[in-house]
């Protein structure tokens, strides 16, 4: 007996000290962007469902006609009077602390949001940051967040219009306005790097999403913004974070693709993006991100729910945010379909 209580005891304290497993949060939000953020889980990394309602509403962005910095006019953002919260992008940093960005603004804002929080729940007071400001352009599109464990600091890369005298022969094979992506870098979410362009496929580029594969290996997934046709997601690779990177692989995803985002699950790299058209997720994994598969059919996101991120977080964390919501109020949410 008395061994049996000592195997019994001793399987208890291994337990207990035995790694929380993790599972899957998907930071998202519905059109039209002006309700705010939601959350998507998933304990597997495939299969995913809505925790709750809104968790973060938006106080900050442009609610009122701007300037267009290129042609001097008065301008009317999409959404004024309303401000925005879209495409947000979250992380946890080193302290344990969530760091979140967002679009304030279809136009009209030359900054992007951010919040931080200790437990998914309770948010810090939102900020602008204008990293854009002083730049000749008309908005900061999907600021993503990456952290380099390397150099301890964190990259926010975004996307903002360049002026039509900058276009290019392969800009002008689509008709929409064209972007570049641009980054900024920081310590502490208090003080920032000045605006640089971060990489330059020679056309029309938005939603970039950074992935560290292994020392020295980087993959930064992108969006061809060129349309009509087009408009589908590429990987070009690097031997550090701010590249250089090389020329772009063959795009895997089908054409009017968006909002990229990249989670690791067991041994495979799982890409997701927004069919916007089809009003669907669509997926491919990969191991080298070179060579990908479809895997459509094994994944499973609610329709409506779009470009945001996919981070780990434990079980402890989900059962604490499934509690806060079971005693959420019920948020109003416009049907309104935005196909950009």
Request: glycine share 6%.
């Amino acid at each position: 007996m008395k061994k049996i209580l000592a195997f019994a005891l001793g399987a208890m304290l291994l337990a207990s000290c035995a790694p929380e497993k993790n599972v899957y949060l998907f930071t998202s939000f519905l059109e039209p962007s002006v309700s705010g953020m939601n959350y998507l889980y998933s304990l597997d990394g495939y299969h995913w469902e809505p925790i709750g309602d809104v968790w973060l509403v938006p106080q900050i962005g442009n609610d009122k006609p701007y300037i267009n910095r290129f042609n001097g006019q008065e301008q009317i953002p999409k959404y004024m009077p309303t401000r925005v919260l879209r495409d947000p992008s979250i992380l946890q940093g080193p302290d344990g602390t969530f760091h979140l960005v967002w679009t304030t603004q279809w136009s009209g804002s030359r900054g992007f949001g951010y919040a931080s929080s200790k437990d998914l729940i309770h948010w810090s007071e939102q900020r602008e940051i204008p990293v854009m400001a002083d730049s000749l352009t008309n908005n900061v599109w999907a600021p993503e967040l990456f952290y380099d464990d390397e150099e301890k600091e964190f990259y926010v890369i975004w996307s903002s219009q360049i002026h039509p005298s900058r276009y290019t022969e392969m800009d002008r094979l689509g008709t929409n306005a064209c972007h570049r992506p641009y980054y900024t870098k920081t310590k502490d979410f208090k003080t920032f790097t000045p605006a640089k362009q971060f990489y330059d496929a020679g056309f029309n580029t938005i939603d970039g999403f950074l992935v560290k594969k292994a020392k020295d290996d980087y993959v930064f997934v992108v969006k061809d913004n060129r349309k009509p046709g087009f408009s589908n997601i590429f990987c070009v690779y690097g031997k550090s974070p701010e590249g250089p990177f090389s020329d772009p692989c063959e795009p895997f995803s089908p054409e009017y693709s968006e909002g990229p985002c990249v989670i690791k699950v067991g041994d495979e790299w799982l890409i997701y993006y927004d069919v916007y058209r089809q009003v669907r997720y669509g997926a491919v994994s990969t191991k080298d991100f070179k060579t990908f598969t479809p895997i459509d059919d094994k994944i499973s996101i609610p329709n409506g729910y779009k470009h945001g991120t996919m981070i780990k977080i434990t079980k402890r964390q989900l059962e604490a945010l499934k509690k806060a919501a079971a005693v959420q109020p019920p948020a109003v949410h416009p049907n309104v379909s935005d196909q950009s």
